[in-house]
C-alpha cells in the first residue's frame, strides 16, 4: 500500500509504502553522474509501540493496539 511519495528536488524522490507488517522508506537520487538509493523498513508494530511508549497517558494505548492489529493485516 502506498502512503505516500514526492520530489526532492530535481534530482531526488522518496516514497512510504507499507508491505508485510513493514513500513518501507525508500529516497532516490539520480544525476548526470549517477544515482544512489537508500531503503529501511520497520516492523509496524514495533513502531506503533515506541510511539505509544512516548505519548502520555492511556487512551493512546487502545486507539495505537487497534491501528497495530488493522496494519498487520496489510
Known sequence: MDLGSGQIG???????????GNVI????YQ????????KANI???????ELAK???GQIDDAILGLLKAALKAV
Open 10 to 20: 530535481a534530482e531526488g524522490s522518496w516514497e512510504i509504502d507499507l508491505t508485510g
Open 25 to 28: 522508506l525508500s529516497s532516490k
Open 31 to 38: 544525476g548526470t553522474s549517477g544515482g544512489a538509493e537508500l
Open 43 to 49: 516492523d509496524v508494530g514495533f513502531l506503533l509501540d
Open 54 to 56: 512516548k505519548i502520555p
